[in-house]
């Protein structure tokens, strides 16, 4: 499997005899101390573990080339969509190889455009990210969120777009939330935490979010409380306010469970309480708009692949809640109201469908889009009559286009310019049966005319979790494993949010496995149509795709030529025990749980690594301000899987410094990183270049 002839020498750590009794199991975790990243012993391990892993990656002599191609691949202008705020537009721009995009703004479309936020200027090595805008009604004051080195925490401050001067508003211990400006653009509503003990704020559980109001000109200290449940520790809220100024809405989520609530306050009456309208986490309510008193919601409620409905707040019970568009054959991922008609946002086989419809729900037209790929964007005020889309797919970088509401028309808007010709690249989408049976589909991306002789390097690349669907998006760092000749197959796994809210259970809690199954055959599928054999195909995903890939490496070592497990949750008896994992219990159940801990168990990538197994080259990819997934995860399995490990292939972990979860990554480690990765592949899977 890797072209390494001796076995690498890897740093050890002290093991402890720490047993946790489950429900009358008894279960080792010997690496319990890689859970404090602090201790000058979890440093050393670390400082120890990349210089093992940058030795070997420095003697591969394709890097260099590949992170020369990358770079010069990578440096194109990338536009984000336009939107508009009172008199002004404003879009996101990087000039090529920035480390942080920069956000603009201009009064037509024609006019020269103005910086208003560069966040390249905020540290020297773009590793302070811009995380979060808001600007309000009258585009005059920008609110901003600002992360460093990847971490979920966020500052807020306020900017004058008029001067490009900072107000002296400071807010901390922000995170999961943005900001909501009320119509007097004298303030606005934000969700944060109570302040975190310094030194432990990137392991600490976070409990108990409060939605508070803050004006301008004030302390952080005297801004008001709007919202807070002393009683539910769990409960997340997130203020936004109706496009006609007249109600807060507040959405409760619980976890990253899909179901919510809705409560709202009218905000003419100073006094007025909050209502709570969905009182019962039974479904996903995701508000669009409003008529006064009429509500409108994108909801999965008797409709898992989502419907639009209007509530009348009047009179809110169940028999005065009115189907306005029905559910579809595609799942509605999303809706929004522009030139006074609905524009949904719907996926048909995990690629972009829009249609539009008037505010009774008779269908208008489908808009039509360049092919098979991903659109976003369709942002705007009810009465626009244009707006703006992107649009991507594998091989195309994001094309922005200016729709015109009126006639329906399309007209490029900003189309990039890379150094790749994808004329010569083709992308198909297949449909495989999964272990019990279900269809699921794949998308392949590849040079045209490949030889299916089993000998293509081929790279596997799943999530399978969350309601997240994965639909076809543009990566620069792609582009290089294609030209070197490799196949790129995604398949949209149980779990994802492809097919709506049935396709999702199916890969949640006791059904995980399903998850796994699914990405198995898929390789096995590969395999047997001739794109490859065990010996060229890489498995990758970040995150909840760390774990597929770790349960799947345990499962079958014998399946994969290598594994690229990045951020990946693999302690899933204790991942609820830092930071925002405990959300996840909804998704993935918890050990504390009799039932759930055997079917966690089951699969865990920690605890199922076998002694004496000859597992695939795997390089397992971190960052050591990951306050998501905190790096104890990949750090233990890693020390575990050293120790497990039987044979030559390298089983190495990336831990990258001042980063988090991926999140505000700056251009030059995002490069660095996948000119690592390619480069490992290149090696262990014996690619010509």
């Given at each position: 499997?890797?072209?390494?002839?001796?076995?690498?020498?890897?740093?050890?750590?002290?093991?402890?005899?720490?047993?946790?009794?489950?429900?009358?199991?008894?279960?080792?975790?010997?690496?319990?101390?890689?859970?404090?990243?602090?201790?000058?012993?979890?440093?050393?391990?670390?400082?120890?573990?990349?210089?093992?892993?940058?030795?070997?990656?420095?003697?591969?002599?394709?890097?260099?080339?590949?992170?020369?191609?990358?770079?010069?691949?990578?440096?194109?202008?990338?536009?984000?969509?336009?939107?508009?705020?009172?008199?002004?537009?404003?879009?996101?721009?990087?000039?090529?190889?920035?480390?942080?995009?920069?956000?603009?703004?201009?009064?037509?479309?024609?006019?020269?455009?103005?910086?208003?936020?560069?966040?390249?200027?905020?540290?020297?090595?773009?590793?302070?990210?811009?995380?979060?805008?808001?600007?309000?009604?009258?585009?005059?004051?920008?609110?901003?969120?600002?992360?460093?080195?990847?971490?979920?925490?966020?500052?807020?401050?306020?900017?004058?777009?008029?001067?490009?001067?900072?107000?002296?508003?400071?807010?901390?211990?922000?995170?999961?939330?943005?900001?909501?400006?009320?119509?007097?653009?004298?303030?606005?509503?934000?969700?944060?935490?109570?302040?975190?003990?310094?030194?432990?704020?990137?392991?600490?559980?976070?409990?108990?979010?409060?939605?508070?109001?803050?004006?301008?000109?004030?302390?952080?200290?005297?801004?008001?409380?709007?919202?807070?449940?002393?009683d539910e520790k769990e409960w997340g809220f997130g203020g936004n306010v109706t496009e006609d100024g007249k109600y807060l809405i507040i959405s409760i989520w619980l976890g990253t469970d899909s179901k919510n609530l809705v409560f709202y306050q009218d905000l003419t009456n100073l006094n007025s309480e909050i209502i709570e309208l969905i009182n019962q986490f039974a479904a996903d309510y995701s508000f669009i708009n409003n008529d006064d008193h009429i509500f409108y919601f994108r909801t999965d409620l008797n409709a898992p692949k989502g419907r639009v409905i209007a509530i009348d707040t009047k009179k809110p019970t169940s028999e005065n809640c009115q189907e306005i568009?029905?559910?579809?054959?595609?799942?509605?991922?999303?809706?929004?109201?522009?030139?006074?008609?609905?524009?949904?946002?719907?996926?048909?086989?995990?690629?972009?469908?829009?249609?539009?419809?008037?505010?009774?729900?008779?269908?208008?037209?489908?808009?039509?889009?360049?092919?098979?790929?991903?659109?976003?964007?369709?942002?705007?005020?009810?009465?626009?009559?244009?707006?703006?889309?992107?649009?991507?797919?594998?091989?195309?970088?994001?094309?922005?286009?200016?729709?015109?509401?009126?006639?329906?028309?399309?007209?490029?808007?900003?189309?990039?310019?890379?150094?790749?010709?994808?004329?010569?690249?083709?992308?198909?989408?297949?449909?495989?049966?999964?272990?019990?049976?279900?269809?699921?589909?794949?998308?392949?991306?590849?040079?045209?005319?490949?030889?299916?002789?089993?000998?293509?390097?081929?790279?596997?690349?799943?999530?399978?979790?969350?309601?997240?669907?994965?639909?076809?998006?543009?990566s620069v760092s792609l582009l290089i494993w294609l030209e070197m000749g490799g196949v790129y197959a995604v398949p949209n796994l149980r779990g994802g949010g492809e097919y709506g809210e049935e396709w999702h259970q199916a890969g949640m809690k006791e059904k995980k496995q399903n998850v796994f199954d699914d990405f198995i055959t898929a390789a096995e599928w590969l395999i047997a149509n001739n794109y490859t054999k065990p010996a060229k195909l890489a498995i990758g995903g970040g995150s909840n795709g760390g774990l597929l890939v770790g349960a799947c490496m345990t499962q079958r070592p014998d399946l994969f030529g290598a594994a690229l497990p990045a951020v990946g949750?693999?302690?899933?008896?204790?991942?609820?025990?830092?930071?925002?994992?405990?959300?996840?219990?909804?998704?993935?159940?918890?050990?504390?749980?009799?039932?759930?801990?055997?079917?966690?168990?089951?699969?865990?990538?920690?605890?199922?690594?076998?002694?004496?197994?000859?597992?695939?080259?795997?390089?397992?990819?971190?960052?050591?301000?990951?306050?998501?997934?905190?790096?104890?995860?990949?750090?233990?399995?890693?020390?575990?899987?050293?120790?497990?490990?039987?044979?030559?292939?390298?089983?190495?972990?990336?831990?990258?410094?001042?980063?988090?979860?991926?999140?505000?990554?700056?251009?030059?480690?995002?490069?660095?990183?996948?000119?690592?990765?390619?480069?490992?592949?290149?090696?262990?899977?014996?690619?010509?270049?």
């Amino acid at each position: 499997m890797s072209n390494s002839k001796q076995p690498l020498t890897y740093p050890t750590i002290s093991k402890s005899d720490q047993i946790d009794n489950y429900h009358g199991t008894a279960v080792a975790d010997p690496y319990r101390a890689l859970e404090d990243p602090d201790t000058e012993e979890t440093k050393a391990w670390v400082e120890a573990q990349n210089q093992v892993t940058f030795s070997y990656l420095n003697e591969i002599p394709a890097r260099a080339k590949i992170k020369q191609r990358l770079t010069k691949l990578w440096d194109y202008e990338k536009y984000g969509t336009p939107f508009k705020e009172g008199e002004n537009y404003f879009y996101f721009k990087n000039d090529g190889l920035q480390n942080q995009s920069v956000l603009y703004t201009l009064p037509t479309l024609e006019s020269e455009p103005r910086v208003l936020l560069d966040p390249n200027q905020l540290s020297e090595d773009g590793t302070v990210a811009l995380s979060g805008i808001a600007i309000s009604e009258n585009g005059q004051l920008l609110a901003y969120g600002l992360s460093s080195s990847g971490s979920d925490w966020q500052e807020w401050k306020v900017r004058d777009i008029a001067t490009g001067e900072d107000l002296q508003d400071h807010l901390q211990w922000i995170k999961f939330s943005g900001a909501a400006w009320t119509h007097d653009h004298q303030g606005f509503f934000y969700s944060r935490y109570d302040e975190p003990n310094e030194k432990t704020k990137l392991e600490d559980v976070n409990y108990y979010q409060k939605l508070y109001y803050h004006k301008l000109g004030t302390q952080q200290s005297e801004d008001i409380l709007i919202y807070h449940r002393s009683d539910e520790k769990e409960w997340g809220f997130g203020g936004n306010v109706t496009e006609d100024g007249k109600y807060l809405i507040i959405s409760i989520w619980l976890g990253t469970d899909s179901k919510n609530l809705v409560f709202y306050q009218d905000l003419t009456n100073l006094n007025s309480e909050i209502i709570e309208l969905i009182n019962q986490f039974a479904a996903d309510y995701s508000f669009i708009n409003n008529d006064d008193h009429i509500f409108y919601f994108r909801t999965d409620l008797n409709a898992p692949k989502g419907r639009v409905i209007a509530i009348d707040t009047k009179k809110p019970t169940s028999e005065n809640c009115q189907e306005i568009i029905p559910q579809a054959v595609e799942t509605l991922e999303s809706v929004g109201i522009l030139n006074n008609q609905f524009v949904a946002d719907y996926l048909q086989d995990a690629h972009s469908q829009i249609k539009i419809f008037d505010l009774k729900g008779n269908f208008i037209r489908e808009v039509e889009l360049p092919g098979i790929g991903s659109a976003s964007g369709f942002g705007g005020k009810r009465h626009d009559p244009e707006t703006f889309y992107s649009f991507t797919s594998f091989t195309t970088p994001g094309t922005i286009y200016r729709y015109d509401m009126k006639t329906g028309k399309s007209e490029i808007f900003r189309q990039p310019k890379v150094d790749f010709n994808a004329d010569e690249y083709e992308t198909k989408q297949v449909f495989y049966e999964s272990k019990d049976g279900t269809k699921v589909p794949m998308f392949i991306t590849q040079k045209k005319g490949i030889k299916l002789d089993g000998n293509n390097p081929t790279y596997l690349y799943g999530y399978g979790g969350f309601n997240i669907s994965l639909t076809p998006s543009f990566s620069v760092s792609l582009l290089i494993w294609l030209e070197m000749g490799g196949v790129y197959a995604v398949p949209n796994l149980r779990g994802g949010g492809e097919y709506g809210e049935e396709w999702h259970q199916a890969g949640m809690k006791e059904k995980k496995q399903n998850v796994f199954d699914d990405f198995i055959t898929a390789a096995e599928w590969l395999i047997a149509n001739n794109y490859t054999k065990p010996a060229k195909l890489a498995i990758g995903g970040g995150s909840n795709g760390g774990l597929l890939v770790g349960a799947c490496m345990t499962q079958r070592p014998d399946l994969f030529g290598a594994a690229l497990p990045a951020v990946g949750v693999m302690d899933m008896l204790r991942f609820h025990k830092f930071t925002i994992g405990w959300a996840w219990v909804a998704e993935y159940g918890s050990s504390e749980n009799a039932a759930e801990f055997t079917n966690l168990y089951a699969y865990s990538p920690l605890h199922n690594l076998k002694m004496g197994t000859a597992y695939p080259p795997t390089l397992i990819i971190t960052a050591d301000h990951d306050d998501r997934v905190v790096p104890a995860h990949s750090f233990k399995f890693a020390a575990a899987l050293q120790a497990a490990h039987n044979g030559n292939a390298p089983v190495l972990i990336r831990i990258e410094i001042k980063a988090g979860h991926g999140a505000g990554k700056p251009t030059a480690k995002i490069i660095e990183e996948a000119a690592d990765k390619w480069g490992f592949l290149v090696r262990v899977l014996a690619i010509d270049v």
